[in-house]
């Protein structure tokens, strides 16, 4: 290929190429002249051959081929052109001084020409049909590039559409397998949102409760749930996700009524920003029975370790005589001892056994979570070399070693939060049998037994002799005020008044204790919480001004509740003022209101010091007082008044204040009017 002077460009990238093929140099130089442009790369070819090398090497926008050229000429030229799959579409001016006639035109045009020029041509003219045709090319390009970017975009639609079926197919699989799950699962499940209302419930729930499906639906799982279980609503999302590790124990309510024994397991799951509880529900009745016959086991467990150890000191003896029943016995000693393991194994309690070495023989599996520790690390090991805070326990144990006597005391667990255990030891040949039982909750059933039965007491004591102590009392202060008018004793007035002062007193003290009595009459009528405390606010007020406090009310839209007006002032007025002699300098006492499930809760909080733990578990016994003056019936009454209310009290306390509340049953929710 021939270069004619000035043709070569330094930089043609983005320049579209042209290709011109003619035989004579000054053709070609005046082709250059007209066609010269910074948009364009000329390329140029003296002959038919050397045009088309060229075609090999680049692609053209547009080809000016002359028509004679020596051994080729251009017709031949594009016919070998259009030949090649890539340059059918390449367009083609045919440029000629001598082949002008219709027949060489038509020749022309039927190799793929696009146009036919005569020489001499209109440069201007020429110029303009090379700038169209070379915006036709790339207009073409841009066309196949767009295409191009179709073809690849459809192509990644196709797999993600695919990618899109397959999950969907997942999903669906995953959906169903769910469904048949939760109708197939004996477990009551439960789906619940955030605050506790059932979004959804399986066969098994609606089975076991004796609900509808509709009838559960956004009901508060406290319907099914009401013990302190379904506190775990208000905890964070940790301490939910926690939890679900764990299964708890609840009692369950059905819709007739009846209660049943159940363990819950929670799962929670984050949807966006909602958050989505699943929980689910088993019956454990018969597994309470089995624990209830496991320990009535124990006690024959107690007899049959007696009995086989005389057995086995027996046949230790006649091994000694009888060779031949050696081996038998051997096998029914194993027998025995595997069936005592199992035994063993299956209580409840933690069993462990020390020999009079004082290193543990045997550990059974409750043993091993009691200490914390495998029963590999225990065995062999001197109980107060690895717990030396037990070696206060010691006189007790050589007590019941070197006297072979069985004993049993209470101890408070250094390995499980300080709780109550009942310790049961056995003395054996080789060492003790020691059994750990947790009595955490019949220590909380005998004290609240202890603390009904103070209740009880004083009621009963109330209701006999408060009413005859008043007559007396009111004789005595009627002849004070008499004697204290007369003449003879006015040097001595302020001492009958000191005593008149004190039979008011104790005239206040035997209403209080009346209160307490459990068959006091009430006339219960509907009426509004918040109307009574914004009725009795001026009273609270004018206490709180006096000792220089402030009272707070946050009182919400609540339940109509069946009240006795009287009996509820006086439970307001006492809580208040409780609440206003526990706070020692100035502060805030907040009495509020609010609707919490089926319940109508009066909570009434200061800013005190707190209760001590100590005193925490004599709240509310009648004359336990922690004031100078106070007579220990204030929050005794109050028991009392929300008991005959049918509702709870609960204490909340901290060292920076006390918040007690009461919690009303509501006594129909669908019957009950809200007042603000």
């Avoid at 140099?25 to 005046?30: S, Y």
């Avoid at 309690?349 to 225990?378: D, H, S």
Wanted: proline share 3%; hydrophobic share 40%.
């Amino acid at each position: 290929m021939k270069k004619i002077k000035g043709s070569r460009v330094p930089k043609n990238e983005g320049k579209m190429k042209i290709l011109i093929v003619d035989d004579h140099q000054e053709n070609l130089r005046a082709l250059e002249a007209v066609l010269e442009s910074p948009d364009y790369h000329l390329i140029f070819a003296t002959s038919g051959e050397e045009a088309l090398k060229c075609l090999l090497k680049d692609d053209f926008a547009l080809i000016l081929l002359d028509v004679q050229m020596p051994v080729m000429d251009g017709f031949e030229t594009a016919r070998l052109i259009r030949s090649r799959k890539s340059n059918e579409a390449t367009p083609i001016i045919f440029i000629t001084a001598i082949y002008q006639s219709e027949e060489n035109i038509k020749q022309g045009y039927s190799l793929g020409a696009i146009d036919y020029i005569f020489k001499p041509f209109h440069p201007v003219t020429l110029k303009l049909k090379v700038e169209a045709f070379v915006k036709l090319h790339l207009h073409r390009q841009q066309i196949k590039l767009q295409n191009d970017m179709l073809r690849r975009r459809a192509e990644e639609l196709r797999k993600i559409n695919a990618n899109l079926e397959c999950t969907t197919s997942e999903l669906r699989k995953a959906e169903a397998l769910a469904r048949v799950f939760g109708e197939t699962c004996t477990d009551a499940l439960l789906t619940l949102d955030g605050a506790g209302q059932i979004l959804n419930a399986n066969p098994a729930a609606t089975e076991k409760f004796g609900y509808g499906f509709e009838e559960l639906l956004n009901q508060h799982v406290s319907r099914l749930l009401p013990g302190e279980k379904s506190s775990f609503l208000g905890q964070k999302n940790n301490q939910i996700t926690s939890n679900c590790s764990q299964v708890l124990d609840a009692i369950a309510m059905r819709k007739d009524g009846t209660v049943f024994p159940a363990e819950i397991q929670v799962g929670v799951a984050s949807i966006g920003e909602q958050q989505i509880l699943v929980c689910s529900v088993r019956d454990i009745t018969e597994r309470k029975q089995l624990e209830k016959e496991r320990k009535e086991r124990y006690i024959t467990l107690e007899k049959l370790v007696q009995e086989r150890t005389c057995e086995l000191f027996l046949a230790n003896e006649k091994l000694k005589e009888e060779i031949s029943e050696r081996k038998k016995i051997g096998k029914r000693l194993m027998k025995t001892s595997q069936e005592l393991n199992n035994i063993l194994e299956s209580i409840t309690g933690a069993i462990y056994t020390l020999n009079q070495q004082w290193q543990f023989t045997f550990v059974n599996e409750e043993a091993e979570k009691y200490f914390r520790k495998r029963r590999e690390e225990l065995k062999g090991q001197v109980i107060w070399e690895i717990f030396p805070e037990l070696s206060e326990y010691k006189p007790l144990l050589e007590k019941a070693l070197n006297r072979k006597e069985s004993i049993n005391f209470e101890i408070k667990s250094i390995f499980q939060y300080n709780l109550p255990y009942e310790v049961y030891v056995y003395p054996f040949d080789e060492g003790l049998s020691i059994l750990h039982n947790n009595i955490s909750d019949r220590k909380m059933f005998e004290k609240e037994m202890a603390r009904l039965d103070r209740l009880n007491l004083v009621g009963q004591m109330a209701a006999g002799i408060g009413h005859e102590i008043r007559n007396p009392m009111t004789t005595v202060r009627g002849f004070l005020q008499l004697l204290g008018e007369k003449e003879e004793f006015k040097q001595s007035k302020g001492y009958f008044e000191l005593m008149i002062e004190e039979l008011d007193r104790a005239n206040s003290i035997i209403t209080e204790f009346l209160s307490l009595a459990k068959n006091k009459a009430v006339d219960l009528k509907p009426m509004s919480l918040n109307g009574l405390i914004e009725n009795m606010y001026p009273l609270i007020q004018a206490d709180a001004m006096v000792s220089d406090k402030e009272i707070i009310l946050e009182l919400q839209d609540t339940d109509v509740l069946l009240l006795d007006k009287k009996e509820i002032r006086q439970l307001i007025l006492n809580l208040s003022r409780n609440g206003l002699e526990a706070m020692p300098g100035s502060g805030k006492l907040t009495i509020s209101t609010f609707n919490n499930g089926d319940e109508v809760v009066l909570a009434v909080g200061d800013e005190g010091n707190g209760i001590k733990p100590d005193d925490l578990e004599k709240i509310g016994t009648p004359f336990f007082t922690t004031k100078e003056n106070g007579t220990g019936l204030g929050l005794a009454t109050c028991y009392s008044i929300a008991a005959r209310h049918n509702a709870a009290i609960q204490i909340d306390t901290s060292p920076s204040g006390t918040t007690i509340s009461v919690r009303f049953k509501n006594p129909g929710q669908s019957e009950s009017t809200v007042f603000s």
